[in-house]
């Protein structure tokens, strides 16, 4: 099976924009049933859910701009680790509900920019995905403001774990806006988002009385195959189903 | 143990709101359950995520379940028994027209 690294442009940019959303939702499961109620359970399933969606999408388009006749179920259940494309920021583990709320600010803040200005893409499919999507990540970046705004201006302990929240992801932020080598030209420039996306993510930190870190290091290489130990992890629980029973439904 | 801590000493759980759900326009609010939240920004985008995911409905009202006054099960008896032999309160004196359909 040929690997990730020799895809054409727009089927790599498909996979990068499906593989972020299908490690974060794969990691939004995880709370469920652990979450602090059970309507933040239902909440954080119902997000995740909508990230399995946008997933699905990309990862069929993926396939289907490849022209390879792999389908979304081959690209996220038989790829290893370093043929998926997805930043670092959303394969780390959970660590506890400020640290979930901390990355989901981050990311779902710039979800938000990138689907907005991808409903402008030339590429009929991609602008079908991003004019659906934008709606659902609205309510995830909501979801994240919301919580980040009373865990940070709440209590003492709540502040201190919200600050530990954000100081844990911020070295994975930057990755966010890193220019992809292979834009294809119907895609959307990570870098020309950042603008609104700090301006967003800044506010609400201003308004949660949270400071913004200023981390001594950044994470590299999400796009090109390079990620952490925990991704490998995340796979083996993802994947063991489908690896071990091919082609099963329910 | 007070009331604010139901779940044990120490333990604090987010107060009970009662939801309601209008299915379409034109139609009243109905109450459709409760939830737990911290405030009501929060009651609202829970008793979104918990009750209309399915497309059921297009506003939603949060109430604190504390605001309700509700009758009590021991005035059943005053409250809705003398209601029981006022037959002429319901229409039931009028001659139908010959014809008239589906009533």
Known sequence: MTGARTLEPLAAYALALGDDALILAQRLGEWVARAPQIEEDVALANIALDLLGQARTLLAYAGQVEGAGRGEDDLAYLRDDRDFRNVQLVEIPNGDFAVTMARLLVFSAYQYELYTALQDSGDPALAGLAGKAVKEVAYHRDHATQWVLRLGDGTEESHARMQAGLDQIWPYTEELFDPASDLPDVGVDPATLRPAWAGYVTAVLTEATCRQPEPAWRSRGGRDGLHTEHLGHLLAEMQHLHRSHPGATW | ?103
């Open chain 2, 1 to 103: 143990m007070n009331n604010n801590e139901p779940n044990g000493p120490g333990v604090r759980s987010w107060p009970l709101w009662e939801v309601f759900v209008r299915a379409r326009r034109g139609l009243a609010h109905q109450h459709v359950g409760s939830l737990h939240a911290p405030d009501a920004a929060m009651a609202l985008r829970n008793a979104r995520d918990v009750y209309t995911r399915r497309g059921e409905g297009v506003s939603i009202w949060v109430v604190p379940s504390a605001a309700i006054v509700a009758s009590s099960p021991d005035e059943k008896d005053s409250f809705f028994d003398p209601a029981a032999d006022k037959v002429y309160r319901h229409p039931t004196f009028y001659d139908v027209p010959e014809g008239a359909k589906h009533l």
